[in-house]
C-alpha cells in the first residue's frame, strides 16, 4: 500500500495511536504489508518501508494510506499536488486531464481546474443530468469542501468539488471525475484522490 495523506504517515511501535511513534513516512512512499489487527472498530496493518529500515503499526484509513500503486503529480504553475493511480495517463494544462487505461473498472477520469475565482471554473454537470446526492463533509488539505454526484442523461456518473484554497492568492479549484462503467456511483476512490490534495503557499 502507499501513504496517502500530504501530512505523512506516522508508524506506530504498536496498534494504538497512544503507542510511540517510530517514523514518519512521507506521501506516496510504499508499504509492505505483514499483518493485520482489529481493534474496536479500527483495522491496523503491520508493516515495513520499502527498504525494510522500519517497522510498526499503522491505521489501514481510507484518508491515510491507498490499496493502490501512485505517483505524484506536482503542478507549480497551477499551485497544487495530488497523487492518481499509477496506470492512469496524466496529460497536464488548466485542466489537467488524468485517465484512466481501457480495463480500469471505473471508466475513470479525473479532471483538476484552476481559476481565480469559483465563477470562472466550468459548470457542473458538463452534460445533461441532475443531481443524485451531496457526501462528506471532506477535508481537502485543511479545506471542508463536499462532493456533489450527478447521474448523467447519458447513463455515467460526474462527481464535483469546488475548494477555494488558503494562503497566499487564493484560488479556485474543481477536481471533477467522470465514471463511465459502473451502474452506480462509486465515490471511493475519488475521496481517496481528494484527500492526497496540497496545496501551494
Not at 510504499?30 to 510498526?56: F, N, P
Not at 469542501?145 to 447519458?154: I, M, Q, S
Request: hydrophobic content about 40%; charged content about 20%; aromatic content about 8%.
Amino acid at each position: 500500500m502507499w501513504v496517502l495523506t500530504p501530512l505523512g504517515l506516522n508508524i506506530r511501535a504498536d496498534s494504538s495511536t497512544s503507542s510511540a511513534k517510530v517514523a514518519t513516512v512521507a506521501q506516496g512512499a510504499m508499504l509492505t504489508v505483514k499483518d493485520s489487527r482489529a481493534v474496536a472498530s479500527e483495522t491496523w496493518l503491520s508493516v515495513h518501508s520499502a527498504d525494510a529500515s522500519v517497522d510498526g503499526w499503522v491505521l489501514d484509513r481510507a484518508d491515510l494510506v491507498i490499496h493502490l500503486e501512485v505517483s505524484l503529480h506536482i503542478d507549480t504553475a497551477l499551485g497544487y499536488s495530488l497523487l492518481f493511480p499509477k496506470s492512469w495517463d496524466l496529460k497536464q494544462g488548466n485542466p489537467t486531464i488524468i485517465t484512466g487505461p481501457p480495463t480500469d473498472p471505473d471508466g475513470g477520469q479525473l479532471i483538476v481546474q484552476q481559476a481565480k475565482e469559483v465563477g470562472q471554473l466550468q459548470s457542473v454537470p458538463t452534460m445533461p443530468g441532475r443531481e443524485l446526492r451531496q457526501e462528506g463533509p471532506l477535508e481537502v488539505y485543511g479545506v471542508t469542501a463536499f462532493a456533489t454526484v450527478y447521474r448523467l442523461d447519458a447513463g455515467s456518473f460526474e462527481f464535483a468539488t469546488v475548494v477555494k484554497s488558503p494562503g497566499n492568492g487564493p484560488r479556485a479549484y474543481l477536481f471533477l471525475y467522470k465514471q463511465s462503467a459502473r451502474s452506480e456511483p462509486d465515490t471511493n476512490l475519488y475521496k481517496q484522490l481528494l484527500a492526497s490534495v496540497a496545496f501551494a503557499g
